[in-house]
């Protein structure tokens, strides 16, 4: 099982609302990863887990949270957002050695977020 | 992190060799080319990686010169199902996520 999962596929939230997206796989991958793609723009890095701990928070706004419940599963809080924070959000992994994280990450097919 | 340089968009046909050229003219010795493929509302997916010289796997090829400043990627005989963002990326082989840093990307148009 080579997938990433996403969801929800799609999210419309208020500026004032809660709400959390979730990223599941089951490779066995320890390294796992928070980007953030606006329209016709590459993928930016915002977080980046290791063993389950954060090791790379990419000056996120606090209003992102991150969170690694265990090695399969990892969760991205939003909490009063802004218009501005609308795009696709990518989840990936890859598997993590003494060398760091592999260059082969795998991404799942993000959840498009629109902010109102 | 080394600079990477790609074309903006290539247009091709079907049935076509595609080749899209990366210029990373500050690679470090450890640096390794990694080359993604992303389709419209997806996430990006790993093609290829390489070191120098030549490498081939089911999906493209990857050309290095000996002096490491360039890479191109090698499609053989695209498909309109090629039509997507390329991505080529530089850094060590493995280590701190900052290091796999995406730059612009090429978007090749695969036409009939």
């Known amino acids: 099982d080579t997938e990433v999962t996403q969801t929800p596929k799609h999210l419309v939230m208020g500026m004032t609302n809660k709400k959390s997206l979730k990223c599941e796989q089951h490779?066995?991958?320890?390294?796992m990863y928070w980007y953030k793609q606006k329209a016709k723009k590459p993928p930016e890095l915002m977080f980046v887990?290791?063993?389950?701990?954060?090791?790379i928070n990419e000056s996120v706004p606090s209003r992102f949270s991150p969170e690694c419940p265990n090695s399969s599963l990892l969760n991205l809080h939003l909490h009063a957002l802004q218009p501005e924070d609308s795009a696709l959000y990518l989840c990936?992994?890859?598997?993590?050695?003494?060398?760091?994280?592999?260059?082969?990450?795998?991404f799942g097919p993000g959840t498009r977020l629109t902010v109102t | 992190l080394a600079k990477t340089t790609q074309p903006i968009s290539m247009d091709s046909y079907e049935g076509q060799e595609v080749n899209i050229t990366c210029s990373h003219n500050?690679?470090?010795?450890?640096?390794?080319i990694t080359w993604y493929q992303q389709f419209p509302s997806q996430g990006p997916r790993f093609i290829i990686q390489?070191?120098?010289t030549k490498v081939t796997n089911e999906v493209a090829s990857l050309f290095i010169p000996a002096d490491r400043k360039s890479s191109t990627l090698s499609l053989p005989r695209v498909s309109l199902s090629d039509t997507a963002v390329y991505y080529c990326?530089?850094?060590?082989?493995?280590?701190?996520?900052?290091?796999?840093?995406f730059g612009s990307g090429t978007q090749l148009t695969v036409l009939p």
């Open positions: 990936a992994s890859s598997q993590e050695g003494v060398g760091g994280s592999s260059r082969e990450q795998y």
């Open positions: 490779m066995g991958h320890r390294a």
């Open positions: 887990y290791s063993y389950e701990k954060l090791s």
């Open positions: 500050n690679i470090a010795t450890n640096d390794y």
């Open positions: 390489g070191y120098k």
């Open positions: 990326l530089v850094g060590p082989s493995s280590g701190s996520a900052r290091q796999l840093t």
